[in-house]
């Protein structure tokens, strides 16, 4: 395998944790829910998932225990802000806090234990094909399973009817309820998927991308996959995108440190969040306010009765 | 449509509705009826519990006391979808539109039944057909006008086969003929057996529409008529309580010298679905009112943000207030100059909500008296304060409330109180009576009027037809940020502003030409 292709192969590693986060919060802020917290989620998915997988030696039962965690973080977060309509912002940044610190204790006992890689499918004949067969057809199932939950949420939010009706919540939480929509229900759910994406992210992180697990391990992944989220105009397909750059910025800086160009190494870590600032930038430079965001992203709902 | 039921029996009876909150009661006691096929007029000032009772009706809130019979039989309407189930449909004052999504989305989603897009396209286009309704399905809804995008909420309630259509303040934001087509739908549903709730506080439109009416005051019935046979200012007496004079004008006004000139004044659009101006011209002579029309999102905001030094023009020479050059000084400098300004947005924009009145006062009047070297001038922001409530008959309920806690047409006196107590040389005001009770828009036109009379240049800029007719001496129109010549009022009639309102009238122009 030669270094071009060891490297594409890591740029498909390191986005795929950002593209399941990124969407799962795209679906929360497009009912109009802004949650934080997907650092915190991610954390805590990554700790339960390794401490379950560790502890009953499966990669199913690990995946399960992140999704789990991150739903019920974001069950936490979806009865703050939904049942006694609170600041979304503080809450969100307090889940965060509380991700990172719980993580932390659930993941003590299991700090230098380690997991097998996951087996990477195999089709044989097309993933022995050069350079594009590993890429293409030799990927790990969490990948597979990124791209076809892009496809599905860009289909749900696009051409399903309670897709349109989260859009809705989202646009104008409002109207929507003046038109009978039922707008708790809607975000609570919206929220415990995004709770379930971060999880998985988290998973991810954990078992396929580092294999052990270590505090604060998800690195500001979260922040990331937020920024993606306006980044990607709040639309699935150019989250797909703007995952496998930003992914590829963080696999290129670690290429980049290991060549040794003279650049300090502190710089060259920092070089993903930095294209992280420059593109919502250059994103309100071009545009003047975010644009497609959701009308009522961030505000409270409290109707009069 | 449903069949006609015999006379007598009503479609929905509204049984001593009251509505509490805390200490205010909003609805007292009310008894409506409403026949099938019938349009019945609801009347009454703002505040007068027009919009707690509609609520009510809708399912929105809940009835502190009293009974609701459909058909004779009672039901409880606890949330908007058991309404509409019933065969009750909405069309609010300010519209319940999601501005990014497509017509036809717009209309799917309310839909109860299961749908796909191709399905509702087709059913658009033949209630489209039967009502006069034209609609394209594909355009998004902020790049409509407020004509089209009431057809949106009008056809998304047809869509459901209502018995009962409740209409609020359905002409507030529409052009003369945009509202003439609603009345000739409103009467072709009537014939086809559907109820319809009208609510106004436009008597004329009234009178030519419906047959009975009630009239709200202070959350109570104080008459139901039949407003064809009240003349409109009884039916006025009867909403405010108290006979309205009408707007006295001043002595004929005398062109005194410009106070503002705006030439060749251009700018972009601010924001994403903003308005560019384009090659505005305009001049306002101390003692005149100048009128500027136009529907809603034609630029209106744009000018009074390029006016007031909200947005700097390019050109120094763009704007000239008072003589001076000042089309890149900004809005305090321009007060200096003896200007003044109201914006549209009364909370928010021209008064902070939670700030007291006396903190309010700051807003306007830092540049020039309440603050010195950068210290706030507590007792002088007091006493000036006092004095606008005085002077302009704002009821507050303490001494120095915030002004979140003013009732609409209170605090617009406030704002329009606190420019006009500085004598200012010129005023610019955007919507001074939008939103705001009879009495209270009585009030600050006549505080207009007067300043004028005292020789100040006044621009008002309204989407009220009868407002501007009433107190501006020229007029002109503006249409996708440009604006038509500027003409005295009695060479305008209520038809040509409409249709320069709608930028047709240049078209028809070339039409008659061939």
């Excluded at chain 2, 505040?47 to 609701?68: D, F, H, N, R």
């Amino acid at each position: 395998m030669s270094t071009f292709e060891a490297i594409l192969l890591t740029i498909v590693t390191a986005s795929t944790p950002l593209l399941i986060a990124a969407l799962g919060e795209l679906v929360t802020e497009r009912s109009g829910v802004l949650n934080l917290g997907v650092e915190g989620m991610m954390a805590m998915g990554a700790a339960c998932s390794f401490a379950a997988a560790v502890t009953f030696n499966s990669t199913l039962l690990g995946v399960g225990a992140g999704i789990v965690a991150g739903t019920l973080m974001a069950a936490l977060f979806a009865v703050v802000v939904l049942g006694f309509a609170a600041n979304q912002v503080g809450s969100g940044l307090a889940l965060t806090i509380l991700g990172l610190g719980l993580s932390g204790l659930i993941g003590a006992p299991f700090v230098g234990a380690r997991r097998d890689p996951v087996a990477p499918i195999s089709i044989p004949g097309l993933s022995d094909l050069p350079v594009i067969g590993r890429l293409f057809f030799g990927q790990d199932l969490f990948v597979y399973a990124s791209i076809l939950l892009t496809i599905a949420v860009a289909y749900y939010l696009g051409r399903i009817r309670s897709g349109l009706t989260l859009r809705s919540i989202g646009e104008n939480h409002t109207s929507a309820h003046a038109l009978g929509l039922p707008v708790w229900r809607v975000r609570f759910l919206a929220i415990l998927f995004g709770g379930a994406c971060a999880g998985l992210a988290g998973a991810y992180l954990s078992l396929v991308y580092t294999r052990f697990w270590s505090p604060n391990m998800t690195a500001g992944r979260g922040w990331i996959a937020l920024a993606l989220v306006v980044f990607a105009a709040w639309r699935p397909g150019w989250a797909l995108i703007g995952a496998y750059i930003f992914g590829a910025a963080t696999v290129l800086q670690l290429h980049a440190q290991a060549a040794q160009f003279g650049v300090p190494s502190q710089l060259l870590s920092a070089v993903p969040y930095l294209a992280t600032i420059l593109a919502l930038l250059l994103l309100s430079l071009r545009h003047g306010r975010a644009l497609g965001a959701p009308g009522s992203l961030g505000t409270p709902f409290v109707p009069d009765r | 449509m449903a069949d006609v039921s015999p006379s007598g029996s009503p479609l929905v009876e509204l049984k001593g509705i009251s509505k509490r909150y805390g200490d205010l009661l909003a609805n007292d006691g009310i008894n409506l009826a409403i026949q099938p096929g019938e349009i019945h007029a609801l009347l009454g000032e703002n505040g007068a519990g027009k919009s707690t009772l509609v609520k009510i009706l809708y399912g929105v809130i809940e009835p502190s006391a009293g009974q609701i019979l459909w058909e004779g039989r009672p039901v409880s309407l606890s949330s908007p979808v058991e309404a509409r189930a019933l065969g009750l449909g909405m069309v609010f004052q300010h519209f319940s539109l999601f501005d990014e999504l497509t017509v036809a989305e717009n209309i799917a989603v309310a839909l109860t039944d299961d749908w796909d897009l191709a399905t509702v396209r087709s059913k658009l286009g033949d209630i489209s057909r039967a009502y006069g309704l034209a609609l394209e399905p594909d355009r998004a809804v902020w790049t409509l006008s407020a004509g089209e995008r009431q057809r949106i909420e009008i056809v998304r309630c047809l869509l459901q086969n209502p018995r009962l259509l409740i209409l609020d303040e359905p002409t507030s934001v529409l052009t003369p003929q945009e509202a003439e087509h609603l009345f000739v739908t409103l009467d072709k549903l009537s014939a086809d057996g559907c109820a319809i709730l009208y609510i106004s506080h436009k008597l004329e439109e009234v009178r030519r529409l419906c047959r009975s009416a009630t009239i709200l005051r202070g959350g109570r019935v104080v008459a139901s008529i039949d407003p064809r046979e009240r003349s409109a200012r009884d039916i006025a007496a009867l909403m405010v309580g108290n006979e309205i004079g009408e707007v006295r004008t001043g002595t004929p006004h005398v062109p005194k010298g410009a106070m503002l000139t705006v030439s060749k004044l251009s700018m972009p659009a601010g924001g994403l679905h903003g308005q560019a101006l384009e090659d505005i011209n305009l001049v306002a002579n101390a003692g005149e009112i100048v009128g500027i029309a136009g529907i809603a999102g034609n630029g209106q905001s744009e000018l009074f943000a390029a006016l007031s030094g909200e947005r700097l023009a390019d050109k120094a020479d763009a704007v000239v207030i008072a003589g001076k050059t000042c089309g890149t000084i900004d809005i305090d400098n321009r007060r200096r100059l003896g200007a003044a300004f109201v914006p549209e947005e009364r909370l928010g924009h021209a008064a902070a909500p939670t700030h007291r009145l006396s903190e309010n006062t700051l807003i306007s009047h830092a540049a020039t008296e309440v603050s010195r070297s950068g210290f706030i001038l507590l007792n002088a922001a007091r006493r000036l304060a006092t004095a606008i409530i005085k002077a302009f008959d704002v009821r507050t309920p303490n001494g120095d409330p915030q002004a979140r806690k003013l009732s609409g047409g209170n605090l617009q006196k406030f704002v329009i109180g606190r420019e006009i107590i500085r004598q200012p040389k010129l005023l610019i005001v955007d919507q001074p009576t939008w939103g705001v009770d009879a009495g209270a828009a009585r009030l600050i036109r006549q505080a207009l009027v007067d300043l004028a009379g005292e020789g100040s240049a006044v621009v008002v800029i309204s989407q009220d037809l009868d407002e501007l007719f009433e107190v501006a001496d020229r007029m002109a129109v503006i249409h996708q940020g440009r604006l038509s010549a500027v003409k005295p009022v009695n060479e305008w009639t209520k038809e040509a502003v409409g249709l320069e309102m709608l930028g047709i009238a240049q078209t028809q122009g070339a039409v008659h030409a061939v």
